[in-house]
Nanobody, 123 residues
Framework: VQLQASGGGLVQAGGSLRLSCAAS????????KGWFRQAPGKEREFVAA????????NYAESVKGRFTISRDNAKNTLYLQMNKLKPEDTAVYYC?????????????????WGQGTLVTVSS
């Protein structure tokens, strides 16, 4: 089982990025999927999640209205569209999954983790 996050980079405040998480070794459509992030010196925190059935999505208050989580089951890929980026969004972003889970908010809601992709937002 492998989750490979990509799409990070350097962007100016107000800009956009789309992160991708490609899954291999599993049928990602059967998994709840989430995005978390970890800023330097801080704990990993919840960003967004989608249930395995796709009927429910949850977002951290800090990203609501700016970030959108989505999936492409045919490509076994999860996305995070990030708009109106702020310097405080700077972090390493991780994707995660759990078989037939809900759109959980907690690290322990997930079993499989990707390696992370760095997003840097300049002011």
């Amino acid at each position: 089982v492998q989750l490979q996050a990509s799409g990070g980079g350097l962007v100016q405040a107000g800009g956009s990025l789309r992160l991708s998480c490609a899954a291999s070794g599993l049928t990602f459509s059967n998994y709840a999927k989430g995005w978390f992030r970890q800023a330097p010196g801080k704990e990993r925190e919840f960003v967004a999640a989608i249930s395995w059935s796709g009927d429910r999505s949850n977002y951290a208050e800090s990203v609501k209205g700016r970030f959108t989580i989505s999936r492409d089951n045919a490509k076994n890929t999860l996305y995070l569209q990030m708009n109106k980026l702020k310097p405080e969004d700077t972090a390493v972003y991780y994707c995660a999954g759990r078989l037939r889970g809900s759109a959980g908010y907690y690290l322990t809601d997930y079993v499989h983790w990707g390696q992370g992709t760095l997003v840097t937002v300049s002011s």
